[in-house]
């Protein structure tokens, strides 16, 4: 596809359950970014990419959330024994280049943990 | 750290009037790239514009302009000629553009403004 693309578009989930997000960026794309996105702010970073490389996960608030991409191209955001704080958009971001390069979004997974 | 403020939560314009969004950064990198996003009701998440902290002039595209003043720090949207469609939320944002650091392509978002153009 011409854009960056995200599944599952939403996810319902139960405290405690593990979830995995997916994001598929443009192709060719050298990097990829994960944000998360709470109802009426801007989307705040969680981790990133150059290739299979994660290069800074500062931003994953805790030890339950991880991010692996290792091919280069897709990528998966894990959060295990989810909470229901962690109910948010989570947005993933390609883009050419990460020095200089525009991050394009993709549509987004809203996760809602009851 | 980088830090984006965006003191409008809300701004309404008429069509076809000029509207300008508020967007004031801080940094302590050299070099840095700003950006507005768009997020219409859809949710999803447009580029309209960059700017790089080096360029001397502000960036356009379109109907969009960038006011770049980097001794006040600001990177203030200008929309020319608003249309129904332009209502959203619009975020500013930052990056830093030193490359050899671990955050160069991290995006600091700010919180946005809601724009709502009256026909």
């Known amino acids: 596809g011409a854009g960056v693309s995200q599944s599952p578009r939403y996810k319902v989930t139960k405290r405690g359950q593990d979830v995995a997000l997916r994001c598929d960026p443009i192709?060719?794309?050298?990097?990829l970014y994960w944000y998360r996105q709470a109802l009426g702010q801007g989307p705040e970073f969680l981790t990133y990419?150059?290739?299979?490389?994660?290069?800074?996960k500062s931003g994953l608030p805790n030890d339950r959330f991880s991010a692996e991409r290792p091919e280069g191209s897709i990528s998966t955001l894990t959060i295990q024994r989810t909470e229901q704080r962690d109910s948010a958009m989570y947005r993933c971001?390609?883009?050419?280049?990460?020095?200089?390069?525009?991050?394009?979004f993709g549509p987004g997974t809203r996760l809602t943990v009851t | 750290a980088q830090k984006i403020t965006q003191t409008q939560p809300g701004m309404f314009v008429q069509e076809k009037e000029a509207v300008t969004l508020d967007c004031t950064y801080d940094?302590?990198?050299?070099?840095?790239?700003l950006f507005w996003y768009k997020q219409p009701s859809s949710g999803e998440m447009i580029f309209l514009i960059y700017?790089?902290?080096?360029?001397?002039q502000n960036a356009t595209e379109g109907r969009y302009s960038l006011n770049f003043q980097k001794a006040r720090k600001s990177a203030n949207l200008v929309i020319s000629a608003s249309q129904l469609g332009d209502s959203a939320m619009y975020f500013c944002?930052?990056?830093?553009?030193?490359?050899?650091?671990?955050?160069?392509?991290?995006?600091?978002f700010g919180q946005g403004t809601i724009l709502t153009v009256h026909p």
């Open positions: 971001a390609s883009s050419f280049q990460s020095v200089f390069g525009v991050q394009y």
């Open positions: 700017q790089g902290s080096y360029d001397e």
């Open positions: 940094t302590s990198d050299q070099s840095y790239g």
């Open positions: 192709s060719g794309h050298v990097s």
């Open positions: 990419f150059n290739y299979e490389a994660q290069q800074d």
């Open positions: 944002a930052m990056r830093p553009d030193n490359a050899g650091g671990t955050s160069y392509g991290k995006l600091t």
